[in-house]
């Protein structure tokens, strides 16, 4: 065998066989503009890391979904563990999230461009649900001690369906930086607006509904 065939063969061999050609990592962010600044040889995903013999069981643990989040402003509220508050977490590609939700409160169709998604509920009655890319809705009710899974980049809602009583869910995500985008608010309360055209092609709406829409969402 001459020396190129050679080499196709081992080519061939480590990607179809021994998988060894790895595709890049996902990104931690919605986009990453390298700085010219940056040496050649300085390379990071993440946060830098402390010296490992400084490691404490104190980097490991957090309060931080301990308490209630404010709802006042929402009717709903997100806290999240992050690599401030649990810097043990940094690199490993996880994320807790402690959901506090009104009475018929609801947290609105979202995405998270990074991370599948498992919740529990803890306290309360959810109604939650996703759709995925042929436009089918998956719905469930949840009581406390059940979970649903949120497959990574579709759009989802949490909903409190009891009229009195708050409820509290816990959320595991897949990754370190999951970032959400909620519809309702991309669509119409962006900075700057989207062209009132797309809006109103978009959704087969007027120019009237439009400013509705965006002024009801806070925009
Ligand atoms: C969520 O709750 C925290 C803690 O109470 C509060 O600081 C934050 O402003 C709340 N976020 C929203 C969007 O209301």
Redesign the pocket.
């Known amino acids: 065998m001459n020396t190129i065939n050679y080499l196709f063969l081992q080519l061939f061999l480590n990607l179809a066989l021994f998988g060894r050609t790895k595709s890049d990592p996902d990104p931690l962010q919605d986009y990453c503009i390298a700085d010219p600044e940056t040496p050649q040889e300085f390379s990071l995903n993440g946060a830098p890391c402390i010296d490992p013999n400084l490691a404490t069981s104190s980097h490991f643990t957090t309060s931080a979904l301990s308490?209630?989040?404010?709802?006042?402003?929402?009717g709903f509220?997100?806290?999240l563990t992050n690599r401030f508050n649990l810097p043990g977490l940094n690199t490993l590609g996880l994320t807790m999230a402690r959901v506090?939700i009104d009475a018929n409160g609801i947290v609105p169709p979202h995405l998270h461009p990074r991370a599948s998604e498992v919740t529990i509920c803890l306290t309360g009655f959810l109604l939650v649900g996703f759709v995925d890319t042929s436009n089918r809705v998956f719905t469930q009710q949840l009581r406390p001690g059940e979970s649903f899974v949120f497959p990574k980049g579709l759009i989802h809602f949490l909903y409190n369906y009891d009229s009195l009583e708050p409820a509290v869910a816990l959320a595991g995500l897949g990754s370190q930086n999951p970032g959400a985008q909620i519809a309702s608010m991309a669509s119409f309360t962006s900075e700057p607006s989207n062209p009132v055209e797309i809006l109103k092609k978009g959704f087969q709406i007027s120019d009237l509904n439009a400013a509705w829409i965006r002024r009801n969402l806070g925009g």
């Not at 308490?67 to 929402?74: E, I, L």
Request: aromatic share 0%; hydrophobic share 15%.
């Open positions: 308490k209630p989040g404010d709802t006042k402003a929402n509220n997100v806290t506090d």
